[in-house]
C-alpha cells in the first residue's frame, strides 16, 4: 500500500481544484491518501535576495518533505491568466531552489478544471510540457470542464468525465 499526496496548485478556501484533486484521491482502491491544502505552506514571495540571506522559509522545507514521503502525486491546478496560480508558482520557485526535481520523479496525476468550458486546458498543458523538468514522471491528466455543471455533492456528475477521471487515477495506482 502506497502513500498518495493529493493537493491544488490554489490556495483558495474553496477551491475547486481542491476539491478535484479530493476526489480523484478517494477514487483510490489500494493506496492511502494525504490532502494538502497551499495555505499551510505561506510563503514570502520567492527572491534571489532572500535566499541568498540563507533564508530559506520552513514551510518550502515542509512542502518538500511531503512530497519526499509520499509514492505518488495527484495535483489539480487552478488557471488564473492562463498560468499557474501566483501562489503554486512561489511554491514551485522555492522548493525547486532545493531540489530542482521537486516531483521526486514520482507518479503523477495532473489535473485541472474550472467554471468555463475549456476547464483549465491552458495550465493543464503547460504542466504536462514542464513538469518533467522537476522531476514529475507523469501517468496521467485529466480536464474537468464547467466545474459547476459536472460537479455536485463532492462527485463529478457526468458519468463519461467520471470514468475518465477513473481511468486516469487507474493508471497513476497501477503503478505503485
Known sequence: MGKVVAFAGSN???????????????????????????NDFELPLYSVDVEGKNEFPQA?????????????IIISLAEHNGSYTAAFKNLLDWVSRKDKTVFKNKPVLVLAT???????????????????HFGAAIKGSFSLPSFNDNFKEDKIVNPELLKQ??????????VL
Open 12 to 38: 483558495s478556501k474553496n477551491s475547486i481544484n481542491k476539491k478535484l484533486a479530493t476526489f480523484a484521491a478517494s477514487l483510490l482502491e489500494n493506496n492511502e491518501f494525504e490532502v494538502l491544502d497551499l
Open 60 to 72: 518550502a522545507i515542509r512542502f518538500n518533505d511531503e512530497l519526499v514521503s509520499s509514492d505518488a
Open 114 to 132: 474550472s467554471p468555463g468550458g475549456r476547464g483549465g486546458a491552458t495550465v493543464l498543458n503547460t504542466a504536462l510540457n514542464s513538469f518533467p
Open 165 to 174: 477521471l477513473s481511468e486516469a487515477v487507474k493508471s497513476l495506482e497501477s
